[in-house]
C-alpha cells in the first residue's frame, strides 16, 4: 500500500539498523502482478543478503518490529499492506513452528522470490531441496517481471 518502493527501500534501511545484522548485498527491485489476492496494486520485491547473530525467531521478531513501526496491519491473508518481510532462507536450516517456516513455503512458487534470490547467489541451495537454479531449471520465469 502506498510507495511501495519507498516502502521497501525504507525497509531494508530498518533492516541495516538491526543489531546483531549486517547486510551483506540487496538484490534489483521487481515490479509484479499482486500474488495470492490479485485485485491490489502491484508489489515491489527485493531479496536482501545479510549476517546475523540472531536466532531465526529473533530475526522474524526484529523484522516483525519493523513492519509494525511501517504500520503494517494484518487484515487477511496476502491482502494488502504497507511492507512484508520474509525470512526464506536462514543458512540451511530447516524450521517448522507456528509463526515460522523456513524455507519460506511458497519459495519455489514465486517467480518474484526466485529472481532476486538467485541474483544474489547463483549457487543458493534450498535446505532438503537442492540448489535453487537447479530446482527452477524447469519453471519458465515470467518475464512480467520488470527491474525498476
Known amino acids: 500500500m502506498g510507495n511501495a518502493q519507498a516502502n521497501v527501500e525504507k525497509a531494508i534501511q530498518e533492516i541495516k539498523k538491526i543489531n546483531g545484522v549486517s547486510v551483506i548485498k540487496v538484490a534489483s527491485l521487481y515490479l509484479t502482478k499482486a500474488w495470492g489476492l490479485t485485485d491490489q496494486q502491484d508489489f515491489i520485491n527485493t531479496?536482501?543478503?545479510l549476517n546475523t547473530?540472531?536466532?531465526?525467531?529473533?530475526?522474524?521478531n526484529?523484522?516483525?518490529?519493523?513492519?509494525n513501526k511501517m504500520g503494517r496491519v494484518r487484515h487477511e491473508k496476502w491482502g494488502?499492506?504497507?511492507?512484508?518481510?520474509d525470512i526464506l532462507l536462514y543458512s540451511d536450516f530447516v524450521v517448522n513452528q507456528q509463526r515460522l517456516t523456513i524455507p519460506h513455503p511458497y519459495?519455489?512458487?514465486?517467480n518474484f522470490v526466485i529472481v532476486p534470490l538467485l541474483e544474489l547467489n547463483q549457487e543458493v541451495s534450498v535446505p532438503n531441496k537442492g540448489k535453487l537454479c537447479d530446482l527452477v531449471s524447469n519453471i519458465?520465469?515470467?518475464r512480467d517481471i520488470l527491474i525498476i
Open 62 to 67: 526484529a523484522f516483525q518490529n519493523i513492519e
Open 107 to 110: 519459495i519455489l512458487e514465486r
Open 53 to 60: 547473530k540472531l536466532t531465526a525467531i529473533e530475526l522474524l
Open 47 to 49: 531479496a536482501v543478503s
Open 80 to 85: 494488502p499492506r504497507v511492507i512484508d518481510i
Open 140 to 142: 519458465e520465469i515470467n
